[in-house]
């Protein structure tokens, strides 16, 4: 929960308390703050008191609940201009027991969160499911110089500059260097990005299955042998981490790197058909023939923030396909994980509008499920895997149900109307399931 304010001429205020309130006032001399139930799914105002348009989203009819409301007594006409008369019995229980609404922060006040933030440029984002940052206990955090799982005494960087040899830089993140002018460069080279700007530069969003099974293994081989890093990782359980700020030039898809944002979904894979993989070691299927992901015993649980999880894969069977021109085999992901990312498309694409919510279609508007001419990715926006930025990737798999993804998304935009028949099971993020025990 956060708290706005509606506010056109400064003044003091006489607090009013209600459950509810049906409209906003839009009299330019009256003063309104809110406190709104269910974040708006957009930047987070950054404390109680901030001034905010009477434009901005949400306001008036458009709020479907408000769990606290305040205003200004003038020439005592409130109910005239803010309330029906029914309410009036309200007003007068509220009288009693106002608080008051202070136009400023207090100080020392914490600044609550809903657990769903992402961040891009140094604001925060709601995302509808559950999502880690860098910045909280039990997040990932790529700014470090350290590696994060070698003992403590070894893991600072001339250590392991000895230990590790594919470790070249302390840094495993850069800035953004393309499309920017060199006064833009030195604007920004030392953090200084604002939303604007970034929103200029980020036009794509790859899609990446990390080969390592759960999150915890993705981070240690990213961070700690390879020196790479990825602005999100998406957990079996449908746990998002973030580990940096959306305004990093994260080391994950080469050409694409100063213009895209990237997600390494927890999966072991794609392999060749008729080769050997190692999909029997994690995916097991019992007497009723229900496919189970069992996390080997040497991965000691993978870290899972889902306590007792028990994952399953969205189809029961493995999928084929061919990428890259090859033949390859791959588990699908979990229900849990489409949904989280359904979630976090749909956000990415509201946030950056050069992001469009859509995937490289050939004319008849199939898949490509190859690299796509150089050309042709210089052009696009928009969702993409990491196999058609390389010709060397088959990632995400062949087995990503991308209507899923990006049909899921464009509803949750609006784009489409939601289909008449939905998916069987329920998919649920982590953060609804929580909502609703």
């Known amino acids: 929960m956060y708290n706005a304010m509606i506010m056109h001429t400064p003044a003091k205020q006489s607090p009013i308390n209600l459950t509810s309130v049906p409209s906003l006032p839009t009299n ?3 003063v309104v703050c809110i406190k709104i139930a269910r974040p708006h799914p957009g930047p987070l105002p950054r404390g109680e008191g901030e ?16 769990q606290g409301f305040s205003a200004r007594v003038l020439r005592g006409d409130l109910t005239r201009h803010l309330l029906p008369a029914w309410h009036l019995s309200f007003l007068c229980a509220a009288l009693l027991v106002a608080c008051g609404c202070n136009t400023l922060p207090r100080a020392g006040r914490p600044e609550p ?18 999502v880690v940052l860098w910045l909280d206990p039990g997040g990932y955090d790529a700014y470090r110089v350290e590696r994060r799982f070698a003992p403590l005494e070894k893991s600072g960087w001339e250590a392991s500059q000895e230990d590790v040899k594919t470790l070249n830089s302390p840094n495993r993140y850069g800035l953004r260097r393309a499309s920017l002018s060199s006064n833009e460069l030195e604007r920004v080279r030392g953090g200084g990005w604002d939303l604007p700007l970034l929103q200029r530069v980020v036009d794509q969003f790859v899609l990446h299955f990390d080969v390592a099974g759960t999150s915890q293994t993705c981070f240690r081989t990213l961070q700690d042998d390879r020196g790479l890093s990825v602005h999100f990782m998406l957990d079996l359980d449908g ?21 895209s944002v990237g997600v390494e979904i927890a999966n072991l894979g794609a392999y ?3 080769g050997k993989n190692p999909l ?12 189970t992901i069992i996390i080997p015993e040497r991965f000691a649980g993978g870290g899972l923030r889902t306590t007792n999880f028990a994952g399953h894969p969205a189809r029961n069977e493995p999928v084929q396909g061919k990428i890259q021109n090859e033949d390859l085999v791959q588990y699908d992901f979990t229900r849990e994980q489409y949904a989280a990312l359904t979630q976090l498309t749909a956000s990415l694409c509201r946030i950056f509008p050069k992001l469009k919510c859509q995937y490289p279609v050939d004319a008849a508007g199939n898949l490509i499920t190859h690299k796509l001419p150089n050309a042709e990715l210089r052009n696009y926006q928009g969702v993409l895997g990491h196999y058609h930025i390389q010709t060397d990737k088959v990632d995400p798999g062949p087995a990503l149900d991308w209507d899923r993804v990006i049909g899921g998304a464009r509803r949750l935009l609006g784009i489409e109307a939601p289909k008449a028949t939905p998916p069987a099971g329920p998919l649920l993020t982590p953060r609804a399931r929580d909502l609703l025990r």
Not at 247 to 259: C, G, L, M, Q, V
Not at 280 to 291: D, F, L, P, S
């Open 28 to 30: 330019p001399e009256r």
């Open 51 to 66: 001034v905010v348009p009477a434009s901005w989203p949400g306001n008036g009819a458009r709020l479907a609940r408000i």
């Open 239 to 259: 746990t998002i981490y973030q580990t940096l700020d959306l305004k990093e030039r994260a080391f994950h898809a080469t050409t694409s790197n100063d213009r």
């Open 272 to 274: 060749p058909a008729n």
């Open 280 to 291: 029997g070691e994690w995916y097991h299927t019992n007497a009723a023939g229900q496919t």
């Open 113 to 130: 969160r809903q657990g769903d933030e992402i961040v891009a440029a140094g604001q925060f984002f709601h995302t509808g499911t559950r």
